[in-house]
């Protein structure tokens, strides 16, 4: 008895919850609709979840015109659910591949590329340390983010704030400069940091990136920089190739890493391994990092 008490109200619940999805029922798409740049691809989505890839050729009042490999197809406006347009760039190889979803970083450091105004991206490195960057405008960018490190309270945590400015964007020339302002629970120096400038040179799909920073504490600025350099080769549209090593002041030993980045249209996973040259023992740390735009 106590059982059917228990089980009767979770059945309505279930019931109410699945008879409310049913009755929002999917309306159609409101955005604009516009023939995109010939290097773009659209993605539509009927109302009855069938899915095309293509561009549009033709809008009029109540339909489109929409070319794919199904050939050139009239459809009305009422049946299509959702459209979304991904840019698409020549390779250095001559295909067609969806833009670098993730070149305003190497691992740890940045880029000199921005990542533009309305545009933004979520973080995770290690699991542990999540991060968001939004761009006000074109040559400006905020971020931040802070550790989750399981077993200590939120007050124990690990705090980052990363602004940027873009000092100069073009396409084979892009330099910025910005802050990595990172507040440490119980550290004596207090709030801690580096103040850098990077430059990248070359193109989206292969560059190579050089920067300098100094690091403060307490309100002191070191009086030597460490120096980054980095690079990015891009071998098929869904895998880059990328380094990124450190040289740091009165240190023998740099900082060097290699590892890969594997694609998505609006993502990538970076899989790397860390090592320092020199060092009286051999290590390899392992390195992991994933991005999502938004």
Excluded: C
Aim: glycine share 12%.
């Amino acid at each position: 008895m106590q059982f059917t008490k228990f089980i009767s109200p979770v059945i309505i619940f279930l019931f109410a919850l699945s008879s409310s999805a049913f009755a929002q029922q999917a309306k159609p798409y409101a955005g604009e609709y516009t023939i995109p740049d010939s290097n773009d691809v659209q993605i539509l989505e009927m109302m009855d979840g069938v899915k095309l890839k293509g561009r549009i050729v033709g809008v009029s009042d109540d339909k489109i015109v929409f070319k794919s490999s199904l050939g050139l197809l009239p459809i009305k406006k009422k049946d299509i659910k959702s459209l979304r347009t991904i840019e698409y760039t020549k390779s250095d190889y001559g295909d067609l591949w969806f833009r670098n979803p993730n070149n305003t970083r190497l691992f740890f450091a940045p880029t000199g590329r921005m990542v533009g105004g309305g545009k933004g991206y979520f973080s995770d490195y290690y699991v542990l340390f999540p991060g968001i960057a939004f761009g006000i405008s074109d040559i400006f960018t905020i971020g931040g983010g802070i550790s989750l490190i399981p077993g200590i309270g939120l007050d124990s945590q690990i705090f980052y704030f990363t602004p940027k400015a873009g000092l100069l964007q073009s396409e084979k020339l892009n330099i910025a400069g910005g802050l990595l302002v990172i507040n440490v629970p119980g550290d004596d120096n207090g709030v801690v940091g580096i103040a850098y400038g990077v430059s990248t040179f070359g193109g989206e799909d292969a560059n190579f990136t050089v920067g300098a920073g100094y690091g403060f504490a307490d309100g002191d600025l070191a009086d030597k920089p460490m120096i980054m350099l980095g690079f990015e080769t891009r071998t098929s549209e869904r895998l880059s190739l990328v380094s990124e090593n450190w040289i740091f002041p009165e240190v023998d030993n740099p900082l060097v890493s290699f590892g890969i980045r594997l694609f998505g249209e609006r993502m990538s996973v970076d899989l790397a391994m860390w090592s320092v040259i020199g060092a009286n023992k051999f290590f390899l740390a392992p390195y992991v990092d994933f991005v999502y735009n938004f």
